[in-house]
């Protein structure tokens, strides 16, 4: 079992609806829980961090972690062409200081 | 605050030739990463400095790859000799004492192809 798991995609979302973007991963004592974006050929920036279960509201972004389920989200609200990127899970687990990135998923707007 | 610096951008070799890699981080940034990303990955961590100590590196094949950090600062990670397989973009990533709490920036990157 990967320890963080995305679907690859490609996910493909209207202009102005929310797109929904997936992680689960398998290390219970995962304390730390972030999301990166990856335009085409750049580097991965990062965008959201989680640390409690729940829901943390940035902008136009949301994260939502829930531990029991072992499983981290972002939503983003009124989806722009400019959000066409990949985005990159990563977890970091206690006791050491490394994140754990998934495969990615690439996420398209359709205008 | 300058951002964490990688050169070259791009890399272009035969297999079996060396190449080196190198990265500045972020002042004041004592931990320092290498991570591997193949095209439709994601990254793969290959190595973690602490200041010049080498925390992790679990991941290294060190057979062919090596990777240092003097003084605690610079870094270059080289290749000897490389595969095909190693064509990859080289990310290289610094963050203050707790990436747990704020992830970690990362460099352009490098870009290698080896032919």
């Known amino acids: 079992q990967k320890e963080v798991e995305q679907n690859s995609g490609p996910l493909s979302v209207p202009e102005g609806a929310i797109a929904s973007l997936n992680c689960t991963y398998s290390?219970?004592?995962?304390?730390?829980f972030f999301w990166y974006r990856q335009y085409s050929g750049k580097s991965p920036e990062l965008i959201m961090s989680?640390?409690?279960?729940g829901d943390k509201e940035d902008g136009r972004f949301t994260a939502q972690l829930n531990k029991a389920s072992q499983y981290v989200s972002l939503l983003i609200r009124d989806s722009q062409p400019s959000d066409s990127a990949t985005y990159l899970c990563a977890v970091n687990s206690y006791g050491n200081e490394k994140l754990t990135f998934g495969t990615g998923t690439r996420l398209t707007i359709i205008p | 605050e300058a951002g964490v610096a990688q050169s070259p951008r791009y890399k272009i070799i035969e297999k079996r030739q060396s190449v080196a890699f190198w990265c500045n981080p972020i002042s004041g940034h004592a931990t320092l990463y290498w991570y591997q990303q193949i095209l439709g990955q994601g990254p793969k961590l290959l190595i973690q400095?602490?200041?010049?100590?080498?925390?992790?590196d679990s991941q290294l094949p060190k057979d062919r790859f090596s990777a240092e950090r003097l003084k605690g600062v610079d870094s270059t990670l080289k290749i000897q000799p490389a595969k095909l397989e190693d064509s990859a973009v080289y990310l290289c990533?610094?963050?203050?004492?707790?990436?747990?709490?704020?992830?970690?920036?990362f460099g352009s990157g490098t870009r290698l192809t080896v032919v």
């Open positions: 989680i640390y409690s279960n």
């Open positions: 990533a610094s963050s203050l004492d707790r990436p747990r709490s704020y992830g970690y920036t």
């Open positions: 290390d219970r004592v995962s304390q730390s």
């Open positions: 400095f602490q200041n010049n100590g080498v925390v992790d």
